[in-house]
């Protein structure tokens, strides 16, 4: 590196939005943000600064506006774009850049949560399709099986190591060097997941060891989560299903988990989430919940069952006196 190359990368106040963007990475990677999360920035950043080239002056508040109340942008992308830019830019103020953050003062905005419930019978159906006979097919088996029974995030479960798991205790250990929020914890598989792990242990190849993923190319190189989701939609495809994603059997895990039952907290820790909103995305029932809740809980119903009641009874005392007074005249 030459003595000019590091005068830019400390540079006080960088000069350009690339070399902005470069010195705000650096400073997230050193803080610990995943790799996933340091992409979502860079995504977002360079789509902006390429749809407004000019926005790297005085008119970057009129830039941002127009970014984030694109017509028709739904709340999801707006929020993460603002989740984005926000620090970006307070970084660029901290710099010396702007004065004041384009940003500052912009809140998100309230999005309804995206249920995603795909029925016992449609998930039978993606089991059924994996050969567990093979390597690839049991390795799509037990990672179906673990992102069900855990909520595992899909980056994370492709990064576990033979370490990571206690198949004696059912446990799976998440580094916090693998984990989104860069905390670790455990997660708990029931005694069906641990069967599947073994199986797809007894194929695996000795030569690999312990440093390839317990999820991997037949190959034995890293999958990604884009790759686990093709193969998702594959068997799918398959099965005559509309559309299923690595991230769709995390959410599935939630709400089963709170239908039968679980409590809030634990799904919240169980899932390692920084912030308890998030969880609270998964408290939102689907419309057949709804439904059979209303009418086992209405008021409506239980009052008009009452009266149905008082009804038949009234009936009943009528049908038993006329029949005294028929036994009186006889």
């Known amino acids: 590196m030459n003595s000019a190359r590091v005068f830019n990368l400390f540079a006080e106040t960088p000069e350009t939005a690339e070399e902005a963007l470069r010195l705000f990475v650096s400073r997230k990677k050193a803080a610990g943000a995943s790799p996933r999360t340091i992409q979502g920035y860079v995504e977002i950043i360079r789509d902006f600064f390429s749809r407004f080239p000019l926005a790297w002056s005085s008119t970057c508040a009129s830039c941002v506006l127009s970014y984030l109340g694109q017509e028709g942008i739904a709340p999801a992308t707006y929020n993460l774009r603002l989740k984005a830019l926000s620090p970006f830019f307070h970084f660029c103020v901290e710099k010396g850049v702007f004065d004041r953050s384009p940003t500052e003062g912009m809140k998100k905005r309230r999005a309804e949560p995206r249920i995603v419930d795909h029925s016992e019978v449609n998930?039978?159906?993606?089991?059924?399709?994996?050969?567990?006979?093979?390597?690839?097919g049991m390795r799509d088996m037990a990672l179906f099986l673990?992102?069900?029974?855990s909520g595992i995030r899909p980056s994370e479960a492709l990064q576990l190591l033979l370490p990571d798991l206690d198949l004696e205790e059912g446990k799976v250990f998440i580094r916090s060097a693998t984990a989104k929020t860069r905390k670790?914890?455990?997660?708990?598989?029931?005694?069906k997941t641990v069967k599947a792990f073994r199986a797809l242990l007894s194929l695996r190849k000795r030569e690999w060891g312990v440093s390839v993923p317990l999820f991997c190319t037949r190959e034995g190189k890293p999958w990604n989560t884009h790759a686990w989701t093709v193969q998702l939609q594959r068997y799918a495809k398959t099965a005559g299903i509309?559309?299923?994603s690595a991230y769709d059997l995390r959410h599935n895990h939630a709400i089963q988990f709170l239908r039968n039952g679980g409590d809030f907290f634990s799904l919240s820790r169980e899932m390692g989430h920084s912030d308890l909103d998030i969880t609270k995305g998964y408290l939102a029932f689907s419309d057949e919940d709804l439904r059979k809740n209303h009418e086992r809980a209405s008021p409506v119903a239980a009052l008009l069952s009452r009266a149905n009641s008082t009804r038949e009874m009234r009936e009943d005392i009528r049908t038993d006196n006329t029949l005294s007074r028929k036994k009186a005249r006889k």
């Open 146 to 149: 673990l992102s069900i029974d």
């Open 242 to 244: 509309s559309r299923l």
């Open 184 to 191: 670790s914890r455990v997660v708990f598989v029931s005694k």
């Open 123 to 136: 998930l039978r159906k993606i089991l059924s399709l994996m050969d567990s006979s093979k390597f690839t």
